[in-house]
C-alpha cells in the first residue's frame, strides 16, 4: 500500500479546489463580458450567434497553459460540443442526486478527482442572473421568438430551455496536468 502512494507526490486537495476555482471565475468572466456586450450590440438573437462562433474558441485560448483544458458541460445540452464524457457524467449523475434529494444548487460544492495524470475540476453553473434565462428559460415567455428561431437553427436539438432562477444549468470541467 504504502508503496503506491508513494510514486506520486501527496494531493492536496484545497490547493486544487483553489487552482480549479480561480479559473472558472476568470473564464466566467470573460465569458459574461462578451456575452453582455454582445446582448447591448444587438439584443439575444444577435448574442446567440456571437456566442455560438465565440464560446468555444474564447475557452479554448484561455486553456493555452500546457496540459490545461477548460470546458462547459450539462445534462442538457445545447452545443454538441459539450456533451459530457465519462467522468463528467458521473459527477453530473451526482450534483442531480444531490438535487432530487433537496440540497439547493448554490450548496453544491465544487469537486477536484485524480484522473491518471490529470486534476479534474468540477463546479456546478447555475443561472445565476435573469439575462440567462432570455437564452435558456421558457420559449414565448423569457425566450423571444426570434432569439428561439436563432437557436433552434444552429442548434437543432437543443435541450436547454425550460429553466428558472437558481437552477443548474451545468458544470465547469476544467483539467490540468499533474
Ligand atoms: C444570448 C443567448 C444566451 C444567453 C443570454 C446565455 N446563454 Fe448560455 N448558451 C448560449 C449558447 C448559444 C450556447 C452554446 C454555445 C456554444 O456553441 O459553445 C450556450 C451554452 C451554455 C452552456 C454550456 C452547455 C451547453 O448547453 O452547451 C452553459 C453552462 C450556459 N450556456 C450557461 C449560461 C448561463 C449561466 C447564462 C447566464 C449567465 C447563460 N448561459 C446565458 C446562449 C446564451
Redesign the pocket.
Known sequence: MASCEERQAPFDEQAALEHGGGIALAAFQQL?GR?QD??QAGG?AH??EY??LA??PLLDSLSSAKGLRIR???D????P??APDADEQRRLGEVLDLLAKGTPGMRITSQVVLLGDSVAYYQP?????P??L???GVPGRDIDST?LAA?QQ??PGDA?TGYGMGDL??LWSIRWER
Do not use: F
Open positions: 459574461s456575452l454582445a446582448m439575444p448574442a446567440v456566442c455560438s464560446a468555444l462547459r458541460t450539462s442538457k445540452i445545447r452545443a460540443h459539450d453553473i447555475l443561472i445565476n442572473m439575462a440567462c432570455r437564452c435558456h432569439t437557436i444552429r442548434y436547454a444549468r451545468g
